[in-house]
């Protein structure tokens, strides 16, 4: 019960705009090329959330001032990539796209057809009810079973249900999938980090794995898994100084390159092949 309660609370206070910030405040020392990114992602996550979830991208951003070994250029990739993950695609982010599509007098508007896993839609719902509704559907086996949805402006009852949908986003930040992508974003961040500390070389390879993760549905699953998998085989060992890996940017783009497969049995191979060559301490 008092879950629950805090479930209406925390929806209350972002609707009411309770934890929200007056005005966002930008990292100082920010080079020219990332404040550039940075303020039109605050403008996007701002649409996308709330003025708060803005806040914690350029608090994100922060750690990153003023690093060593890290070129305006990299900076800057890191704070696009980051706009990318904090604004995943969900149901909501569709229906809230949708909602902003210009009509066009005399055109029929178009129908989005989507795809999404029952697991998926579970988890775009607050923790209290999404994860007992996905112990159901894994317990009857039907977790990974997809279903259609229309997203449309057609008619007056189509607009209502986008506007419905696109509200949801106050319980984004208390659904399963966001604390999903809250945990990647730190461990991709952290990794970032570690690289700069102990692989210099391998700093850009470990940036740009954050396009491993896309989408929705099945691929987007498969590539937080594999993302996972090279992090935990080759990424974090070689900085553990466990595994020595001559050229780690190498081994992880040839780890990316290994196509996807529901267990993932291919690239545990092939991580196993790469570690074999490797020196372990």
């Known amino acids: ?6 479930v209406i609370r925390s929806t209350i206070g972002e609707i009411a705009g309770i934890h929200d910030v007056a005005a966002v405040q930008y990292p100082a020392g920010l080079p020219g090329a990332v404040r550039l990114i940075a303020e039109e992602s605050v403008a996007l ?9 803005a806040q914690l991208y350029c608090d994100r951003l922060r750690r990153f001032v003023g690093k060593r070994g890290l070129d305006d250029g990299l900076f800057a990739e890191i704070a696009r990539l ?16 949708k909602l902003q599509e210009p009509v066009t ?3 029929k508007p178009v129908v ?9 839609l579970v988890s775009s719902l607050p923790e209290i009810v999404g994860d007992p509704a996905l112990w159901v559907l894994e317990r009857i086996y039907c977790a990974h079973r997809t279903i259609p949805i229309r ?29 999903m992508e809250r945990v990647w974003v730190e461990r991709w961040l952290h990794m970032i980090d570690r690289a700069l500390t102990r692989r210099p070389d391998a700093v850009e390879a470990v940036v740009r794995s954050a396009t491993m993760i896309e989408g929705y549905g099945t691929g987007y699953r498969q590539g ?10 080759l ?14 940017a190498e081994a992880i783009m040839r780890a990316r390159t290994v196509p996807r497969d529901p267990k993932g049995d291919q690239l545990r191979k092939a991580i196993g092949e790469l570690r074999a060559h490797a020196v372990m301490n």
């Not at 996550?45 to 979830?53: E, H, K, V």
């Open 224 to 233: 937080m898994a594999a993302w996972h998998q090279i992090v935990d085989g």
């Open 112 to 120: 989005d057809k989507r795809r999404f896993r029952l697991d998926e």
């Open 151 to 179: 997203f449309s402006k057609a008619n007056v009852f189509s607009v209502k249900r986008l506007a419905f949908e696109a509200w949801l986003r106050h319980w984004r930040r208390l659904s399963t999938r966001y604390e």
């Open 235 to 248: 990424a974090k060992p070689a900085f553990d100084g466990t595994l020595v890996i001559a050229d780690l």
């Open 82 to 97: 980051l706009t990318v993950r904090m604004s995943y695609l969900d149901p909501i982010r569709i229906a809230q796209l």
């Open 45 to 53: 996550l701002i649409d996308y959330q709330s003025p708060a979830y």
């Open 1 to 6: 019960m008092a879950a629950f309660t805090n």
């Open 105 to 107: 007098p005399g055109r």
